[in-house]
Each structure stands twice: as C-alpha cells, then as structure tokens.
C-alpha cells in the first residue's frame, strides 16, 4: 500500500520534484525514528501507527498545489486546510482501510498544529518534518537548538538531529542528549 500511495503522489505532484524529495525525505526519517522509538519502547511490529505514520510523511504536504491554487499561499493552514481531502482521494483509490485513512487525513490536516500531538505517529511526523525543513531551510544554529528543545521530544529525534544537523558524532550523541536535557 504505502509503494502504491508513493506512486500516486508523484504522479499527482508531477514535476515538482522539489515536494517529491521533500516527501520522500520526511518519510525517509519517519521510518528512521520510528524503527528506534518502536525498539525502544517494545512495540511490535504489526502497531498499526507506524502504517499510519508512513502514509502521512507521504502525504503530509499534498494540500500545497490545492493551497497555492485556491489561496495562491502555501501557507501551512492552507496546506491543513487543503490536504485531508485531496489525501482521501488518494487513499481511497489504494483501498486503504476507512480507519487508517481517517487518522492519516488527520494528521495531515493537522501536522504543522503541534498543540494537538496526540500519540506517537503525530509526534514522529511532526520531528521528522522538522527534520527535513530545518536542513532545507539552511538553519542556523540557535534554530536547530530551540528546534532540539522544542520540537524534539523522541530520544530518536534528538539522536538523528544531535548528528545530522549538530555534527555530534553518533558516539556522542545519547551522552549529549542526556546532558542536555
């Protein structure tokens, strides 16, 4: 299912190649944190939120095109605004189960409202994205660090980012976190 929703999604985004990498990115992380957030807590393989997780990271953004088209914005409520519909359509002609699709279209519609976290495929999707926008955007420092304080709540999260975008050697980077907590 989640190749089939990939294909669409490129198909729908057509030559934006710059929202595709995005995508592809975001759930290339959300699979990263998740993998180690799962074996550190435990969790079996079949925990349905990681199927909704990875769906989402693909479809996170699909609202954009409906957002700059409508509203000529890509503004993050926009995108809220126009996502969940245009991801629906999506997942309904995967056959994606109605309940995983309900929360996937959830946490699309809401992925940039971090006030409503409400479990670990929310929480995952939004440091993943994090992730990514904080290295596309070329970040300086003090962002990356309020991003780590802020945004950051996995001890994945905190790991990737500490040697992704801190240059913390992946040695150091459970000490720093403990450190800096």
């Known amino acids: 299912m989640i190749g089939t929703v990939l294909s669409k999604v490129i198909d729908y985004l057509g030559p934006d190649t ?3 990498h995005h995508a592809m990115k975001v759930f290339s992380f959300s699979c990263a944190l998740w993998d ?3 074996k550190a807590k435990g969790l079996p393989e079949t925990d349905e939120r990681r199927e909704t997780l990875l769906l989402a990271a693909i479809l996170h ?3 954009v095109h409906e957002a700059e088209r409508k509203y000529n914005s ?3 409520f926009y995108q809220e605004k126009e996502g969940p519909s245009v991801a629906q359509e999506i997942l309904e002609e995967c056959e994606a189960d109605p309940r995983i699709s309900a929360r996937v279209c959830y946490l ?3 992925h940039h ?3 409503l976290i409400d479990d ?3 929480q995952i999707l939004v440091e993943a994205e994090e992730l990514v926008n904080l290295e ?3 970040a300086d420092p003090q962002a990356v660090l309020a991003a780590r304080q802020i945004t950051m709540k996995t001890a994945a999260a905190k790991k990737i980012l500490d040697c992704y975008l801190m240059d913390v050697p992946a040695e150091d980077a459970v000490p720093y976190y403990c450190m800096s907590r």
């Open 18 to 20: 710059k929202r595709i």
């Open 36 to 38: 180690e957030e799962a």
């Open 61 to 63: 953004d699909i609202g």
């Open 74 to 76: 890509n503004d993050s």
């Open 108 to 110: 699309v519609g809401h």
């Open 113 to 115: 409202s971090y006030h």
């Open 120 to 122: 670990l495929d929310f």
């Open 136 to 138: 596309e955007d070329y």
